[in-house]
C-alpha cells in the first residue's frame, strides 16, 4: 500500500480486521457488532469463493456469524492494493489477502471487490461484490 491511504484501503482493511475480531472472539457476539460488516454489504452482494462456490449475502451472514469465537490464532493481513477502475460511483478494486488459521501455513487469495460509494458507509464505501482465487 501506499504512505496515503485511501479509503478503499481502510475500508478493506477494516473489514477484515472485523472479521478476525469476531472469529477470535474479540467482539462480542451481538448485532450491533456484527453490524460493521452486515451494513457494508449491498443487499444483493455475493463472494464467489476461491473454489468457485458463489455465496449469496444471507448465507455468508448465517456461516459468519455462526463463527463466532470459532477460530482461535486466526489472522488476515492485507496486501497490493491497487484500485483498478474508477468510474462515476462504483470502484474496481484488487488485494491480497493472506490467511492464517490455526497457525498452519498461510493461504492466499486474490481477491476482487466492487465497492458504490456511500455516504452512510463507515469508509464511503458499501460491497457490491467480491470474487476470490487461490493464489501460490
Known amino acids: 500500500m501506499t504512505n496515503e491511504t485511501s479509503n478503499y484501503q481502510r475500508e478493506i482493511v477494516e473489514l477484515h480486521q472485523f472479521f478476525v475480531d469476531w472469529y477470535i472472539g474479540e467482539l462480542a ?10 451494513d457494508v454489504m449491498a443487499d444483493n452482494f455475493a463472494i464467489v469463493h476461491p473454489g468457485g462456490v458463489i455465496i449469496e449475502r444471507d448465507s455468508l451472514f448465517e456461516n459468519i456469524y455462526n ?7 486466526f489472522r ?15 470502484l474496481v478494486v484488487s488485494y491480497e489477502e493472506w490467511q492464517v488459521v490455526n497457525d498452519d501455513k498461510p493461504t492466499t487469495r486474490l481477491s476482487t471487490v466492487i465497492f458504490r460509494e456511500n455516504d452512510d458507509a463507515p469508509n464511503g464505501l458499501q460491497w457490491l461484490h467480491v470474487h476470490e482465487t487461490w493464489m501460490k
Open 29 to 38: 457476539k451481538t448485532d450491533a457488532a456484527f453490524a460493521r460488516f452486515a
Open 67 to 73: 463463527t463466532h469465537n470459532q477460530r482461535p490464532g
Open 76 to 90: 488476515i493481513w492485507i496486501e497490493n492494493v491497487e484500485l483498478r477502475h474508477h468510474d462515476g460511483n462504483i
